[in-house]
Structure formats: C-alpha cells, structure tokens
C-alpha cells in the first residue's frame, strides 16, 4: 500500500510539475504583453508631442549645477549601497575588509542596474569576490537574501512616507482616494516598526520556523542605509528635472512606485517600465522634452557612468598587475562580464548613433574637410559594426579567444569611424575605453573555440530583435517631420541625415535577420557513444595523475567522456530525459576546467537539452557562475584526514571497541590487488547477488558502480572474513598522487556480525593512511548540512524538510550518523543547473540516471 501511494504522489508530482513548466511560460507571455500593452499605453501620444532636436536641445541647456548635484547623488548612493553589503556580511558573522566590500558591492550593482538580473548577475560577483575572501557560498548567498529584504523594506518606508506625506497630490495618479492611500502607507510602516521592534527579542517564531532576526542597532542601521540609497537615488533624476516641477516628498512617492515597477518587470534596468511610471506621474507637470531629457541623463549619470567606472577598476587592475592577491585575481576574472556588458552599451550606443541626425555643427565641419563617401561608408560601417558587436558580447560571456579579437578589432573600427561618421567625441571616448580595456583583460579570454560555433538562445534573439525594433522606432521618431518617398534612399548629400540612417537601418535589419537564421538553422549534433576501451584507457592514465579518488568512477563505462582539446582533461556525463549531467567536476589540469565546463553547456544547448553538473565541490563553483547555472546545495561530503589518524583517544573510543570486537570473533581483514581480484570474483558476486536480493533493489548506475566484471576488475578490492570466507567487501578508488582514497560499491553477507562495516572502515583507513594517503573520503549525505536561517533560500528549507521527515523514501539521518562515527570533516556538494523550476525536473533525471531509469525510481 505504500509503494502505491508512492508511487501515485510521485507521478502526480511530475505531472504537476510539467504542468507548472508549460503554464509558466503562458504566465511569462501574459504577462509579458500585459506590460507591453501598460508601457504603449503610457507612451501613446507622448512621442507625438516631443521633437528628437527638442530633446537633444534640452540635454544641452541642462545647467552644470544640476548635473553636479545629480552626480554627487549618484556617488551618495552608490556609497550607502556599500553599507548594504558591510551590514549583510555582519548579520551572517562573516569579516571581511571594508575595501573589498566597496569594491564588490560598486561592481555588482554597476552591472546589475544595467543588464538586469540583478540576484545573478550581482550574486555571481559577490560569490567571486567574497568567496576569494575566505566566505562561504552558504553564507554569501544569506548575505544576499538579507540585502533583497533590506531592499524591500527601504523603498516600503520612502513608499509609505511619500504616501502619507501628499495622498492628495498622488491619488489623481494611482485612482485611489487619498484615505485609502494614507491607509495604505501607515500599515507599511506599522509593519516596519513591528518587525524592527522584533529586532530586540532576537529572534522570532512563525510556526515551526525560527527566524534569526539581526540586532536592533543593525536592523536600524541597515533600514536608515535603504532609505538614504532610495532617497538618493530619486533625487539624481529629481535634480535633473526643471526647478519647481514637483516638490522632492511627493516626488519620491512617484519614484518608489516607478522603481518597484521596473523591479517586478524583470526588464534590464527596468528600462521602459520605470519610465512609463514616471510618464504617468509627471506627464502633466513638466514639458515632454524637458522629461524625456532628464530620463536619458538619468540613465546616462546612475548607469552608464558606474558601468564605466567599473570598466576603470579593472583596467586598473590589469594594467597595474595587481593580480598577486586571490581578491584581487577575482576582480581581474570578472573581465568577461564586465566587457560583455560594456560592449553591449557600445553596441546599443552605434545603433543608435546610426539612426538619429548629427549636429549641424558636425555637418557643416565634416563638409568642410572629410570626403563625403567616407562619412558615408563610416556611418553605415559603424551600425554593421554595432549588429555584429551585439552577438560578440555574448561570446565574451562564454571566454572566447575568438571573441576578444573580433571585440577588438571591431572597436578599433568603429573608433576610427567614430570622428568621420559625426565628430561623435562621447562616442570615441567610449569606444577608447573599451579598446583598452580588451587590450588589456586578453588573457581571460582563454577559450580557444569558434565564434560561430556560439549557440544563442531563444531569449537573447528576442532581444536582440527588441532592440532592433526599438531601434527602427527611434529612427521614425528622429525624422518624423520627413517626408518619406522613393527617392530619398538615392540621395547622398552631407545634409541628407534621413537617408543615410535609413540605409543603415536597413543594413542592420539585414544583418541582424542572417544571423538568426543562421543560429535557427544550425544543424543538431550528431549522436554520441558510449566510451569504447580506448577512451577508458586514455581516461583512466588522467584519473590515476589526479588527486580526487571519485573521478574513477567515470570508468565505469555507463557514461559518456568528454575530452579537452590536449587530451589532457575530461569530464563524464550521463544523458537522461533533457538532461546531460556531469558527475562532479572535470578531471585533469584545472587550467582546462573552463573550457570542458562551456563545452558540455555548448552541446546540450545544440541538441535542445540542459546542461547540470552533480556533486560539484566549492572550491570550482565560479566556473558555473560563469556559465549562467545557478547552484543549489546538495548535502555534504565526509572525509577522515589521514596525516594523523589513529583509533587512539577518546574521541575513536567507540571505532577502537568495535574493531578489537570483530578481530575476537575471528573476522580478518584483507586489500587484495587489481592482479589477484579476478580469482576472487566468484565469491564477490555470490555475496553481492546475496545483497541485492536481501534489499529487493536492482544495481544502481551513474554516481555509484555496479558489480559488473569489466568494473570491478580495474579497482582493488577490501574484504572482510569470518572463518575464511568473505561476509563483506568494498572495491577501492585511489589515485597515483597519494591525495585521496574512498570506497565505491560495498556488499555484505546477509549473516554479517554487527559492527563488520565498522571493522572495515577503520582497517582500510589505517591501510591507507601507512600508504601516505592525506585523506580517506566516506561519501555524500545527502540533504545534510542545509542552512537552518530565516533567510535561507527555499531549496534549504525543503532540503531540511525532507532530511528531518523523509525516513521513508531514504535512510538520510541514518547515512550521516553512520559517517558521524569517525568523526570526519565535511565538505558541501552542489548541483549546478539553470534556475527556476529546472532543478527539480534535472533531479528526477539523476534519479533516473542512478536508478537505471524512471520506474527504477519508483520501484527501488
């Protein structure tokens, strides 16, 4: 009856699951055009009203103060958006140097305001600079929780205050009356207050949950530094708009709203969202030239310029080799991200250089001394190079060689083109930077693959032709006053703008249409075999030269081998359902992690599946950061060291009785080698069929091996013996470094004596440590160690959830009780996958792929 409850609760999971995948997609599109139709609505009739001169004009005649005042604004911010991350590290007890935290927090949120994203993107660099610093992912990732709520908090305090302040002035806009407004922003700040009174209690319940809460001088503190970031951060745009358009309280109230709106969209940026907030709100207040110009200078001042900024730190860096600390090499290791980031704001900057006018000042000093086909070859040139420099940026991301010289020798164009095409000073010095910092961050592109060979997704093409489109609109806005005819195409004069950017509007539509068709149609990879003895052979040398006992079982022959471009490094992977899933990380030179880790991400794409990587250890979790996978905690990994093991002492007291227990009821223990273990094999299947028929559980695969032959005979083997026969055994994994030993496939008689796996445990671990061996390692338990926080991540919570009332599905307090006795050392294991609800459908895959397939996990 168990089993088919079971079974039945297991189906309908998946089947709910698979529901949930293909609805959220529907949701996504809904909502998706719901904004559109929200933003179209918010912009209709405003572009009507507004001239592109008007506009640029306007930029022009803002007044120096208020662009120093804005600036400085935008430093305030930035500077209380370090003591997010200051106050963060405290409440998770981690120490690390203030100037780190300013220099992690400046790039992450540099980048996260720009592309979006910002839990990924800004968590990738703090996992890489925090982690150089000695914090663990555990940790960061609590860090980073705590910061998203003390966002929350902050923009609800500024919100509530904005809403109490001036209900009269903001009900008109939100259509609801001022009481309910007021109503609205007391509750918010009643419930701050209540959760900051809670802050003295120290810690509070809610159910079964027991929330950690931070100190009252921390949570007051953390609050008054998100309220200083929001109020700074709306008063970089406030200081940019016309004085006396809006007093700064009710503005703020406006800007709240705008910037939750641009949050929840997802958009990167919140770019078109925020501003169709703030349409709405001031649309009526302020002239639309004036508006429009002081949203472009804002995005200019609070993205643009610390993405720059970021861009120096490291140049800086590079140029300065200070790249001896482990910190210090993270911050040179975020080149890819950065460049590609900043190579799409240059790409988007060519594009749309290509499709508005120049000044007339420009116009009139290029007739004077520049041939006019060169302006014009420069001008559509450059917007071919702006297409093309969208796709290289995302290779940058993926590390390509290939990618960083078509970067550079694209910008280096486009640098020289940059004074021809309009004198566009802002345009060179962009470029200038960008051409340096390549120059300099070559070594961390050190993948060697083609730039064709990059797989975009369906997502990146969407927005490319997103921008293409957005694009093509700001070409008609540029020139709404032309009348457009047949002839205007052929007309090449220094004064004919309009036609010179409808050329190159078309050549980039052309452009951009090629390559995805191209990346439509690329042809499937072909399909691949199972390892034959060659690749087994060649795969086992590398494992013997590693220093982790586990890469031996990519011998087991019922995984694929993916080898690096030397033939020096490898990594195994099953394929099961969608999934291709590594077991643990690459095998051979760490040098050559990188580009087996993109190349298995590469290939699955290519075929239409996804790529995870199973029990992988933290010290190489940024190789999948780098990747775009997302890591979840999988349990943790025990390991005795062996420098100086002993049974002796209190602590081996219990290992030590139940070993001269075993050795006085006769039982004898014994490694027998790889040459003498096929004499043996008879006796090691019959205790072995015995084993599985007692279970009721057929031979599992993938991350652990089974008793077949080939196997079997390429390891040495441990027993145990009572009255000469063997009641218990263990194949052996080892490497030719001395660093590590473990155990794979273990068997027992069914008429063991109690205390035998002890017996052998504890026997093996003093063989190897005569050895020379510097650790012995006990295996996975699974689900254990999950952070206990409030502010742990869901996976945490179900993993704890599970590992505490999950007895009957798996022996998981069992497992770690039994490693518990030799008082090892534990180290974390990750699953690194793509987000969402990914992990859960790439599970069932690993589950499948250990079980033999899907009704072995039903059925044992």
Same mark, same amino acid.
């Given at each position: 009856?168990?089993?088919?409850?079971?079974?039945?609760?297991?189906?309908?999971?998946?089947?709910?699951?698979?529901?949930?995948a293909?609805?959220?997609?529907?949701?996504?599109?809904?909502?998706?055009i719901?904004l559109?139709?929200?933003?179209?609505?918010?912009?209709h009739?405003?572009?009507t009203?507004?001239?592109?001169?008007? #506009?640029?004009?306007?930029?022009?005649?803002?007044?120096?103060q208020?662009?120093?005042?804005?600036?400085?604004?935008?430093?305030?911010?930035?500077?209380?958006?370090?003591?997010y991350?200051?106050?963060?590290?405290?409440?998770?007890?981690?120490?690390?140097?203030y100037?780190i935290?300013?220099?992690?927090?400046? !790039?992450?949120?540099?980048?996260?305001?720009?592309?979006?994203?910002? #839990?990924?993107t800004?968590?990738?660099v703090?996992?890489?600079?925090?982690?150089?610093?000695?914090?663990?992912?555990g $940790?960061?990732?609590?860090?980073?929780?705590?910061?998203?709520?003390?966002?929350?908090?902050?923009?609800?305090?500024?919100?509530?205050?904005?809403?109490?302040?001036? @209900?009269?002035?903001?009900a008109?806009?939100?259509?609801?009356?001022p009481? !309910?407004?007021?109503v609205i922003?007391?509750?918010?700040?009643?419930?701050?207050?209540w959760?900051?009174?809670?802050?003295h209690?120290?810690q509070?319940?809610?159910?079964?949950?027991?929330?950690?809460?931070?100190?009252? @001088?921390?949570?007051?503190?953390?609050?008054?530094?998100s309220a200083?970031?929001?109020?700074?951060?709306?008063?970089?745009?406030?200081?940019?708009?016309?004085?006396g358009?809006?007093?700064?309280?009710t503005? !703020?109230?406006?800007?709240?709203?705008?910037?939750?709106?641009?949050?929840?969209?997802?958009?990167?940026?919140?770019?078109?969202?925020?501003?169709?907030?703030?349409?709405?709100?001031?649309?009526?207040?302020?002239?639309?030239?004036?508006? @429009?110009?002081?949203?472009?200078?804002?995005?200019?001042?609070?993205?643009?310029?610390?993405?720059?900024?970021?861009?120096?730190?490291?140049?800086?860096?590079?140029v300065?080799?200070?790249?001896? $600390?482990p910190?210090?090499?993270?911050?040179a290791?975020?080149?890819?991200?950065?460049?590609?980031?900043? $190579?799409?704001?240059?790409?988007?900057m060519?594009?749309?250089?290509?499709?508005?006018?120049?000044?007339?000042?420009?116009?009139?000093?290029?007739?004077?001394?520049?041939?006019?086909?060169l302006?014009?070859?420069s001008?559509?040139?450059?917007?071919?190079?702006?297409?093309?420099?969208?796709?290289?940026?995302?290779?940058?991301?993926?590390?390509?060689?290939?990618?960083?010289?078509a970067a550079?020798?694209?910008?280096?164009?486009?640098?020289l083109?940059?004074?021809p095409?309009?004198?566009?000073? $802002?345009?060179?010095?962009?470029?200038?930077?960008?051409?340096?910092?390549?120059?300099?961050?070559?070594?961390?592109?050190?993948?060697?693959?083609?730039?064709?060979?990059?797989?975009?997704?369906?997502?990146?093409?969407?927005?490319?032709?997103?921008?293409?489109?957005?694009?093509?609109?700001l070409?008609?806005?540029?020139?709404?006053?032309?009348?457009?005819?047949?002839?205007?195409w052929?007309?090449?004069?220094?004064?004919?703008? @309009?036609?010179?950017?409808?050329?190159?509007?078309?050549?980039?539509?052309?452009?951009?249409?090629?390559?995805?068709?191209?990346?439509?149609?690329?042809?499937?990879? &072909?399909?691949? *075999?199972?390892?034959?003895?060659?690749?087994?052979?060649?795969?086992?040398?590398?494992?013997?030269?590693?220093?982790?006992?586990?890469?031996?079982?990519?011998?087991?022959?019922?995984?694929?081998l993916?080898?690096?471009? &030397? %033939?020096?490094?490898?990594?195994?992977?099953?394929?099961?359902?969608?999934?291709?899933?590594?077991?643990?990380?690459?095998? %051979?030179?760490?040098?050559?992690?990188?580009?087996? #880790?993109?190349?298995?991400?590469?290939?699955?794409?290519?075929?239409?599946?996804?790529?995870?990587?199973?029990?992988?250890?933290?010290?190489?979790?940024?190789?999948?950061?780098?990747? %775009?996978?997302?890591?979840?905690?999988?349990?943790?990994?025990?390991?005795?060291?062996?420098?100086?093991?002993?049974?002796?002492?209190?602590?081996?007291?219990?290992?030590?009785?139940?070993?001269?227990?075993?050795?006085?009821?006769?039982?004898?223990?014994?490694?027998?080698?790889?040459?003498r273990?096929?004499?043996?094999?008879?006796?090691?299947?019959?205790?072995?069929?015995?084993?599985?028929?007692?279970?009721?559980?057929?031979?599992?695969?993938?991350?652990?091996?089974?008793?077949?032959?080939?196997?079997?005979?390429?390891?040495?083997?441990?027993?145990?013996?009572?009255?000469?026969?063997?009641?218990?055994f263990? &194949?052996?994994?080892s490497?030719?470094?001395?660093?590590?030993?473990?155990v794979d496939?273990?068997?027992?008689?069914?008429d063991?004596?109690?205390?035998?796996?002890?017996?052998?445990?504890?026997?093996?671990?003093?063989?190897?440590?005569?050895?020379?061996?510097?650790?012995?390692?006990?295996?996975?338990?699974?689900l254990s160690?999950?952070?206990?926080?409030?502010? *742990?991540p869901?996976?945490?919570?179900?993993?704890?959830?599970?590992?505490?009332? %999950?007895?009957?599905?798996?022996?998981f307090?069992?497992?770690?009780?039994?490693?518990?006795?030799?008082?090892?050392?534990?180290?974390?294991?990750?699953?690194?996958?793509?987000?969402?609800?990914?992990p859960l459908?790439?599970?069932?895959?690993?589950?499948?792929?250990i079980?033999?397939?899907?009704?072995?996990?039903?059925?044992?």
């Amino acid at each position: 009856m168990r089993l088919t409850l079971r079974r039945f609760s297991q189906v309908w999971t998946s089947r709910l699951l698979q529901y949930g995948a293909r609805w959220k997609t529907v949701a996504l599109l809904a909502g998706a055009i719901v904004l559109v139709g929200l933003v179209s609505e918010a912009f209709h009739g405003f572009w009507t009203q507004i001239h592109y001169a008007a #506009v640029v004009e306007a930029m022009r005649a803002t007044p120096w103060q208020q662009l120093a005042l804005a600036l400085g604004a935008t430093a305030v911010s930035f500077a209380s958006l370090t003591g997010y991350d200051a106050s963060s590290l405290r409440y998770v007890g981690a120490k690390v140097r203030y100037p780190i935290v300013a220099k992690a927090s400046f !790039i992450a949120y540099a980048l996260a305001n720009t592309i979006g994203l910002g #839990v990924f993107t800004g968590g990738a660099v703090r996992m890489r600079l925090y982690g150089a610093a000695g914090v663990e992912p555990g $940790t960061i990732t609590k860090a980073i929780a705590f910061n998203a709520l003390a966002f929350g908090l902050g923009i609800s305090v500024v919100g509530a205050v904005g809403l109490m302040v001036d @209900a009269q002035a903001l009900a008109p806009v939100l259509r609801l009356p001022p009481g !309910i407004l007021m109503v609205i922003g007391g509750a918010a700040l009643l419930v701050t207050l209540w959760l900051l009174l809670m802050c003295h209690k120290g810690q509070a319940r809610i159910g079964r949950w027991t929330i950690q809460l931070p100190t009252p @001088a921390l949570a007051w503190g953390q609050l008054a530094l998100s309220a200083l970031d929001i109020v700074a951060t709306g008063a970089v745009l406030w200081f940019l708009l016309p004085a006396g358009t809006i007093d700064f309280i009710t503005f !703020i109230g406006f800007f709240a709203a705008a910037m939750v709106a641009g949050v929840i969209s997802h958009v990167p940026g919140g770019l078109g969202v925020f501003e169709a907030v703030m349409l709405v709100a001031l649309g009526g207040r302020i002239s639309p030239e004036a508006l @429009a110009s002081a949203l472009v200078l804002y995005r200019i001042i609070y993205y643009l310029l610390p993405l720059l900024l970021a861009l120096l730190v490291l140049v800086s860096h590079e140029v300065g080799n200070a790249t001896t $600390t482990p910190v210090a090499r993270a911050v040179a290791s975020l080149a890819p991200r950065l460049l590609a980031a900043f $190579t799409l704001v240059v790409a988007v900057m060519l594009l749309v250089s290509g499709v508005t006018p120049s000044t007339v000042e420009a116009i009139q000093l290029l007739s004077l001394s520049v041939p006019l086909p060169l302006v014009e070859a420069s001008h559509f040139l450059s917007s071919i190079i702006g297409v093309v420099l969208l796709f290289v940026a995302r290779a940058l991301l993926r590390r390509l060689d290939a990618a960083w010289w078509a970067a550079l020798v694209m910008t280096i164009v486009a640098l020289l083109l940059a004074l021809p095409k309009g004198v566009a000073l $802002t345009e060179f010095l962009l470029l200038a930077t960008l051409t340096l910092a390549l120059a300099v961050s070559h070594k961390q592109f050190n993948r060697r693959a083609s730039l064709l060979a990059v797989p975009f997704s369906g997502g990146w093409l969407l927005a490319m032709a997103a921008i293409c489109v957005a694009v093509t609109g700001l070409l008609f806005f540029s020139y709404q006053d032309v009348e457009y005819r047949q002839q205007l195409w052929w007309r090449f004069e220094f004064d004919a703008e @309009a036609p010179r950017s409808l050329r190159a509007m078309v050549a980039i539509a052309i452009l951009m249409l090629a390559i995805a068709i191209r990346q439509l149609l690329r042809g499937h990879p &072909s399909a691949l *075999a199972l390892p034959g003895p060659a690749e087994l052979s060649r795969a086992a040398e590398i494992v013997r030269a590693s220093d982790s006992a586990d890469a031996g079982l990519a011998l087991t022959g019922d995984k694929h081998l993916l080898f690096s471009d &030397s %033939g020096k490094a490898f990594l195994s992977f099953g394929r099961k359902g969608r999934s291709w899933v590594a077991l643990g990380d690459p095998v %051979g030179p760490r040098e050559e992690w990188n580009e087996l #880790v993109w190349r298995l991400v590469e290939q699955a794409r290519d075929a239409g599946a996804r790529a995870c990587f199973y029990q992988v250890r933290p010290e190489s979790l940024t190789l999948y950061l780098d990747a %775009g996978l997302r890591l979840f905690k999988l349990g943790e990994y025990a390991y005795v060291p062996l420098a100086d093991f002993s049974l002796q002492g209190k602590r081996r007291q219990n290992l030590r009785t139940a070993v001269n227990r075993a050795e006085r009821e006769g039982m004898s223990f014994e490694v027998i080698e790889i040459e003498r273990v096929p004499a043996l094999l008879p006796e090691l299947r019959a205790v072995s069929d015995a084993w599985l028929a007692k279970h009721k559980t057929a031979e599992k695969r993938f991350s652990v091996g089974a008793f077949v032959d080939a196997y079997i005979l390429r390891n040495p083997v441990a027993v145990v013996r009572k009255d000469e026969k063997v009641i218990a055994f263990a &194949s052996l994994l080892s490497t030719g470094t001395a660093q590590e030993a473990s155990v794979d496939l273990m068997r027992h008689a069914e008429d063991m004596p109690n205390g035998t796996m002890d017996f052998l445990f504890a026997r093996l671990m003093q063989h190897f440590a005569a050895l020379g061996y510097q650790r012995f390692g006990l295996g996975m338990a699974p689900l254990s160690g999950m952070a206990g926080h409030a502010l *742990a991540p869901k996976w945490h919570r179900l993993g704890r959830m599970l590992f505490s009332h %999950g007895e009957n599905f798996y022996n998981f307090r069992g497992l770690r009780s039994f490693k518990e006795k030799f008082d090892p050392r534990w180290e974390a294991r990750y699953l690194a996958s793509p987000g969402g609800i990914t992990p859960l459908f790439t599970l069932a895959d690993i589950a499948a792929l250990i079980s033999g397939g899907y009704k072995g996990v039903i059925s044992k």
